[in-house]
C-alpha cells in the first residue's frame, strides 16, 4: 500500500516532513517512516528554547521493533513541542501529519530551506 | 490486562557482548503453550504497562520451560534491561507470534542473511535443526561492523561442530585497513549469497535486521537472483 505523501509539504532524506509558515516550521515524520518503524510507544521530543542546526539529532522515536534518531531538517529554535505525544504516541501512526506533529522551529532564515524534497521527490526516494 | 499475558520470572541473564544481553524467562508452573521456532514475544515491565517491545526468541521450539530473547542497548527498554535486568525481575510476556518459521525440511537450504541483533532468530533455527539432527541445509551470512559485534559467535562455531548442515559466516563492515581479521569483509552482496547456493529452487532466504539490510537483501534475491518471492521470508528490526 502506497503512503501519503502530500503535495504541500516539504521533506527530508531521513524521512522528517516540514511545513513552512512564514518563519516557523513545524515538524514530523512521515507517513512512510511510521510504517516502517510500525506501532510507536515512545517518543522524546527537543526541549523548547533549544537551538537546533538543520540534520542534527533532536528527537527519539521508539516502536515496538526499534528505536530511532530524528533530525531536525531546519536550523532555529525550537518554540513549541506536541507534549501530547507523551501520552499517546500512537498519534504518529494515525494521523502523521496533523496530530502526531513533533516541534516547531523559529527559522533562522525564513526563506524554505535548502536540501529539502518536493512531493515527488520524496515519493521517488521512497520507491513508491 | 488481556487473557493470555503471563508474568514470568528472568531466570538468568547472560552479557553476549557489552551491549547485548540475553534474558531467559521462566514460565510460570503449569504453563504451555503452542509456539514455534523464529516467532517473537513481546514483553513490558510491571511498572509501564503501556510502553511494549517485540523481541525476536533467541530460543527454540524444543526449549521448553522458558523463553530466551537477546537484546541490544537501543531505546528505553534496550537500555533498561541491558543496563539493569537481573535474576529474579519480573516481565510480563505477551506469547509468541509471527511466521518468519524456517522449512526445516530434508531438501532445503535455508540462507538467512543476517544485520546486527537480527541474527537472534537464527540462533534458535540452527539450535532446532541440530537438536533434531536435521539433514536441512542452514547457512548464516552475518553482517557486523567489527569482529566486537558479533553474537554468539562461540555458539555458532560450537553448533558448525556438531552440526555438518551448519554454517555460520561472519562479513565485517568497519574494520581498520590494520586489523588482522582474516575472514570476509564488506556488505553482503550477490556474489557471495551466490556461492553458497547450489540448487536454488531448494533454497530459502531468510534475511532479519535493520530496514536497510532486509530492503538489501529482497532486492538481492528478487531482482538480482530472479527468485520468486515465495522463497523469501523477512523480519525486520530483528
Given at each position: 500500500m502506497s503512503s501519503q ?7 527530508a532524506?531521513?524521512h522528517?516532513?516540514v ?10 515524520i512521515t507517513?512512510h ?5 510500525t506501532e510507536?510507544v515512545f517518543v522524546e521530543?527537543p526541549?523548547v528554547g533549544r537551538?537546533l542546526?538543520?540534520?542534527e539529532?533532536?528527537a527519539v522515536?521508539?516502536?515496538?521493533k526499534t528505536a530511532s534518531d530524528i533530525?531536525s531538517p531546519?536550523?532555529?529554535e525550537?518554540?513549541?513541542v506536541?507534549?501530547s505525544?507523551?501520552?499517546?504516541p500512537?498519534?504518529?501512526?494515525n494521523?502523521p501529519y496533523?496530530?502526531?506533529?513533533f516541534?516547531?522551529?523559529?527559522m533562522?532564515d525564513s526563506s524554505t530551506p ?9 515519493k521517488?526516494?521512497?520507491g513508491? | 490486562?488481556?487473557?493470555?499475558v ?5 531466570d ?5 557482548l ?10 510460570p508452573?503449569?504453563y504451555?503453550?503452542d509456539f ?5 514475544i513481546t514483553?513490558?515491565w510491571?511498572?509501564t ?6 523481541y525476536s ?5 524444543l ?11 537501543d531505546?528505553?527498554?534496550g ?14 510476556v505477551i506469547?509468541?507470534v ?19 541483533s537480527g541474527v537472534?532468530?537464527f540462533r ?6 541440530t537438536?533434531?539432527?536435521?539433514e ?6 552475518y553482517s557486523v561492523?567489527?569482529?566486537e559485534?558479533?553474537i554468539?559467535?562461540?555458539e555458532?562455531?560450537?553448533l558448525?561442530?556438531k552440526n555438518?548442515h551448519f554454517?555460520?559466516?561472519v562479513t ?7 586489523d588482522p581479521w ?5 556488505r553482503?552482496?550477490a ?6 547456493i547450489?540448487?536454488?529452487?531448494d533454497?530459502?532466504?531468510y ?11 529482497e532486492r538481492?534475491v528478487?531482482?538480482e ?7 523469501l521470508k523477512l523480519?525486520?528490526w530483528?
Open positions: 505523501i502530500p503535495d504541500t509539504l516539504k521533506y532524506k531521513t522528517e516532513w511545513k513552512v509558515d512564514g518563519d516557523t516550521a513545524t515538524v514530523g507517513d517512516a511510521q510504517a516502517e518503524l510507536l521530543l526541549a537551538a542546526q538543520a540534520g539529532a533532536c522515536v521508539e516502536s515496538v533530525y531546519v536550523s532555529g525550537v518554540i513549541e506536541n507534549e505525544l507523551a501520552d499517546e500512537g498519534a504518529v501512526n494521523d496533523n496530530e502526531g506533529w516541534f516547531k522551529v523559529r533562522s535548502d536540501g529539502l524534497l518536493c512531493a515527488e521527490d520524496y521517488a526516494l521512497i513508491e | 490486562m488481556p487473557k493470555n503471563v508474568e514470568m520470572e528472568i538468568e541473564v547472560t552479557m553476549e557489552p551491549d547485548t544481553k540475553t534474558l531467559r524467562l521462566k514460565w508452573e503449569g504451555e503453550t514455534k521456532t523464529g516467532q517473537f514483553v513490558y510491571p511498572d504497562p503501556k510502553y511494549k517491545r517485540a526468541l533467541s530460543s527454540c521450539a526449549d521448553t520451560g522458558f523463553f530466551e530473547v537477546t537484546i541490544k542497548r531505546g528505553k527498554m537500555t533498561r534491561i541491558v543496563d539493569w535486568a537481573e535474576k529474579g525481575n519480573k516481565l510480563f506469547p509468541p509471527g511466521r518468519f518459521l524456517p522449512v526445516l525440511e530434508p531438501e532445503k537450504h535455508l540462507v538467512c542473511i543476517a544485520g546486527g537472534t532468530p534458535g533455527f540452527a539450535r532446532e535443526a537438536l533434531r539432527k536435521l536441512t541445509k542452514i547457512t548464516i551470512l561492523r567489527t569482529t559485534d558479533i554468539f559467535n562461540d555458532f562455531r560450537e558448525e561442530q555438518p554454517k555460520f559466516n565485517c563492515t568497519r574494520l581498520s585497513d590494520s582474516p575472514g570476509r569483509r564488506g553482503i552482496g556474489d557471495w549469497v551466490k556461492e553458497q547450489s540448487n536454488i529452487n533454497t530459502i532466504f534475511a532479519c535486521g535493520p530496514n536497510a539490510l532486509v530492503d538489501n537483501a538481492l528478487l531482482e537472483l530472479q527468485c520468486p518471492k515465495e522463497q523480519e525486520k530483528g
